[in-house]
């Protein structure tokens, strides 16, 4: 068989979500690469997998000096199965440096998708998720942390955060400091684990509840994206008289607001507030005394 190079998901707290391919890949893998062997031994040893010796170490620190001497055992016809502590490896975990390398050789990359903390706060946001950004860590402090929060202020995507328990608190207050007070988070503790919790309110919120008390487990902040700005080239009295036209063609108010914005190219709560607001006729009674 040729060697290839296999990611695969681990679970992020719950060990029934470990998918039977990703059992079998650990099964048949010549080489393990894992961030933390000890925590990958406990994975093995809760799935009746024996180690064999297979264990190797890939981390942050490492990946760089490691990836040539890898990619040789792939190149010789290994399978090497590369896992990070939970989740899905490469994403703000090691990884990306030899998947790059493999690819640039030419070698098979596969995987075997899975538990993925990022995805999974995600979704239970309720926040948009046909478009988002994944930043990771934000950098702790320093002119690189401002550059940051400044650039996700005018981020129209959610945004998915990590962050430390221990810092938290502060990070909320940063966020709601330079996003403003009453954007909305999403607080994302513990997933799929025993005290799994799910957060809902603004980022001032947020910052008062979460800097008051004491932290622990993992932590995903799901951050919805800033509204667009106006587009002040195409006045109230445009969209009002686009709106008209299509109700009297049959569309409901909510049918007539998405028509608009898509066709007028506006944000579609801007259209939505003109269409449920006091018609024209009204808005004009009383402007003569």
Same mark, same amino acid.
């Given at each position: ?19 039977p391919r990703a059992v079998a ?34 981390h942050a620190h490492n990946e ?21 502590d939970a989740g899905m490896p ?58 940051? !929060? $400044?650039?996700?202020? &005018?981020?129209?995507?959610? /945004?998915?955060?990590? %962050?430390?328990? =221990?810092?938290? @608190? #502060? ?58 700005? !106006? $587009?002040?080239?195409? &006045?109230?009295?445009?969209? /009002?008289?686009?709106? %008209?036209?299509? =109700?009297?063609? @049959? #569309? ?38």
């Open positions: 068989m040729s060697g290839r190079l296999i990611l695969v998901a681990t679970p992020i707290g719950n060990l029934g979500d470990m998918a890949a650990l099964e048949e893998a010549d080489v393990i690469l894992c961030e933390d062997t000890r925590r990958t031994r406990i994975l093995l040893s809760a799935l009746e997998i024996p180690a064999k010796g297979r264990l190797s170490a890939l760089d000096g490691r990836a040539d001497g890898i990619i040789d055992r792939v190149t010789t016809g290994a399978q090497v199965v590369l896992v990070s490469g994403i703000s975990d090691p990884g990306q440096v030899l998947v790059a390398a493999a690819a640039s050789a030419g070698l098979e990359v596969t995987v075997v998708p899975g538990p993925s903390a990022t995805l999974g706060a995600l979704v239970v946001s309720g926040f948009a998720t046909d478009r988002f950004c994944m930043e990771g860590f934000l950098p702790r402090k320093g002119r690189d942390r401002t550059a940051t !929060l $400044d650039a996700l202020a &005018s981020e129209e995507r959610t /945004t998915i955060i990590f %962050e430390s328990p =221990r810092r938290l @608190g #502060a990070t909320l207050g940063d966020l709601a400091t330079t996003l403003g007070d009453d954007r909305q988070v999403v607080v994302v503790r513990e997933l799929t684990k025993i005290h799994e919790e799910v957060w809902r309110g603004t980022l001032l919120e947020a910052a008062t509840a979460w800097g008051a008390r004491e932290v622990r487990g993992e932590v995903v902040l799901v951050v919805d994206g800033a509204e667009p700005p !106006l $587009d002040v080239a195409i &006045s109230d009295a445009e969209i /009002t008289e686009q709106l %008209e036209m299509a =109700r009297q063609a @049959g #569309a409901s108010t909510r049918d007539a607001a998405a028509e608009v914005a898509t066709r007028l190219g506006v944000p579609r709560r801007r259209v939505y507030e003109l269409a449920t607001g006091p018609s024209p006729s009204s808005r004009g009674a009383g402007s003569h005394r």
